[in-house]
Each structure stands twice: as C-alpha cells, then as structure tokens.
C-alpha cells in the first residue's frame, strides 16, 4: 500500500533540493562566486556586468541544460522498462542513444541546421529500437535476455555506423562535431539551441504523463495489462516514440551520455515503488540532479573538461554489477 503523504514529501523535497544544486553549480567554475554573488547577479545583472555576463552566457545554459537532459534521459528509461516488462532495458542498451547520435553525425556531414539535427537524430533512434524490437520475433524467442541481446547488436552496428561517418567526416570542420556527439557533453550548449530541442522533450514528456498510469498496468505483464482493457502492442509503440522523442532531444542538445536511463530509474523505484505515476515524476528529478553533478564535476575536475559519458560511466557500471548480482531474476 502506497503511502500518499509520504510519496508526496518525497517528490516534493527531491524537487526543493534542485534549487540549491542549481545555485551551487552556478557558483562553481574558473571564477568561483559566492552563493550571494550568484543570487545577486541573476536577480540585478546590471548590478555587477561581469557576474551576470558568467552566469547569464556561460553557467546558466549548461545549469538548465544539464537538468533538462537528465531529466529526459531518465524518464526515457522508466518509458522503455515498463512497457517491456525488463528493469534492464534503457536509450543505451535499446541502441536509441546510439542510433540517435548516427542520425545527428549524419546531418552534420550534410552541414544541416539544429532542426535538421533534430529530425534526423528522431529518425535514426526510431529505426534503432524499432529493429531491436524486431529482432527477438525474427529469431522466435522471448524473454529479457534475447531483447538485451539485440540491443547490444544493434548498438555494436550503430556504434561501426558512427565510427564511418567520423572517417568520412571533414577533419577541419566535421569530425570535432561528430566526436562532440558521441562522448556526450554541453559545453557548446546556449539558450536558443536549448528552446530549439525543447518542444521535442515537452511532448515526449506529456505523453508519457498521460500514460502513466498505463505503464504501470504494463510492468506487470502482458496478461496483466491486456485483462485491464490495455491494446498493449499501440500503447507500447507510443511510449516508444514519447521515449524516443525525449532520447533524441537530449542527444541533439549534449551527445551520446550513457547510463543515465539505466541507474537512475532503480534509484527512484527502490525509494518510492514501481508506481509510474510517482517514480515518473521522481526520476525525471533525479536524472536532473545527477546530470548536474556530473557536469559541475566535469568541468571543474581537471584544466579540461572531461567528456560526460566517461564520468557517467564510472558511475553507471559498478551499479549496474550490483543490479545483476542483486537480482538474478533480471536475466532469466
């Protein structure tokens, strides 16, 4: 039995404590400002023109970036594990992150503009699911191993995909953008790219809201949700395309970022239940949160910024050891 009161409190902290995150990441950088300094410079930037100019231009479309990515990402992967029943299943693993970022790598060899991008970007992770799905019914076989398998199939081949348009890519020019894509970051991210991807997002986010309730019927099985009156075969392939929608809105804005739409959506489940009308919500936070740590660390660990993809992953793998020695269940 859900406790109300108690989901409620927790979605309503994990939302209140992005707000100092936010004002810390917008602290931090090169030219450290004290958590006044930031305040102040975003309430009167006229006040101080160089504090604004930092905060304004450089810190604050990362700040927002990094949230809204994260919180994409991490929704996309509660979208993808419901419907399919299989708490192994992300963007990463599916081949959509990867298919996602051959679309992109492809119109930019085509020198094409953000929209361009973004459509292309849609198109090549709705092909790399859609063949994900397709294979375990080609080959007749069910279950959570033969769908994993397949996505790591098809992200092998879209991952030698990308690796060729690198090689095809102009050097001087198009292979820096390319390269861009694939270890994931936002360090060339601004306002109007941002409001640019955002629609994409918004949508795939509503969708899945409307569906909420539906995915969580879905995690319960097939029978489960096709005695509830659920036409399970239409809903899951909307979900996909919400799911996709939010993947390849946040590939355009920041690259290939891995593990996110895997690890994250544990997190929220294990603290608030498998409820998709409360751990949705939860995870989106979550997702903000982590990307936002993790891009604060990237950029502030070293001289350079580290790729986000390698902080991630760090990250992502030794929780996903310890999902599989956990729960054994997963892969049968």
């Known amino acids: 039995m859900i406790n109300r009161k108690s989901t409620y409190l927790t979605l309503i902290v994990a939302l209140l404590l992005l707000v100092p995150l936010a004002l810390i990441a917008l602290s931090i950088g090169r030219m450290q400002l004290s958590l006044s300094q930031t305040w102040a410079g975003l309430i009167d930037p006229k006040h101080n023109a160089l504090y604004a100019n930092i ?4 810190r604050l479309p990362r700040v927002l970036g990094a949230m809204v990515i994260g ?7 509660i979208a993808f594990q419901n419907p399919f029943n299989n708490p192994l299943v992300s963007p990463d ?13 492809l119109a930019i060899l085509l020198n094409s503009n953000l ?7 849609l198109i090549g992770g709705i092909l790399a699911v859609s063949i994900t799905v397709l294979i375990p019914r080609l080959v007749v076989q069910g279950g959570t191993l033969i769908l994993v398998l397949s996505g790591i199939i098809i992200s092998g081949f879209m991952q030698a995909a990308l690796g060729l348009l690198k090689y095809l890519a102009d050097p001087d020019s198009q292979l820096q953008s390319t390269v861009y894509w694939q270890l994931g970051s936002i360090a060339k991210l601004d306002i109007p790219s941002l409001l640019a991807a955002l629609p994409m997002m918004i949508i795939g986010f509503i969708i899945l809201i409307f569906f909420r309730w539906h995915l969580t019927i879905m995690s319960l099985g097939g029978q489960t949700a096709a005695s509830q009156g659920i036409n399970i075969e239409r809903e899951r392939l909307v979900i996909i395309l919400a799911a996709t ?19 994250v959506p544990h997190i929220a489940r294990r603290l608030i239940g ?3 009308r409360f751990a949705l919500p939860l995870a989106a936070i979550f997702g903000a949160a982590f990307l936002l740590v993790i891009d ?3 950029r502030t660990m070293s001289a350079g910024e580290i790729p986000l993809s390698i902080l991630t992953g760090f990250i992502g793998t030794p929780v996903f050891i310890y999902i599989l020695a956990h729960r054994k269940d997963l892969i049968q």
């Open 55 to 58: 905060l304004y231009d450089i």
């Open 71 to 77: 919180a994409a990402l991490a929704s996309s992967g």
């Open 93 to 105: 693993l599916l081949g959509v992150s990867n298919g996602a970022a051959v679309g992109a790598a």
């Open 115 to 121: 929209w361009v991008v973004q459509g292309f970007a």
């Open 245 to 263: 929608l939010l993947t390849a809105g946040a590939v355009c804005l920041a690259g290939t970022i891995g593990w996110i739409g895997l690890v």
């Open 274 to 276: 498998d409820n998709a």
């Open 296 to 298: 604060t660390l990237a």
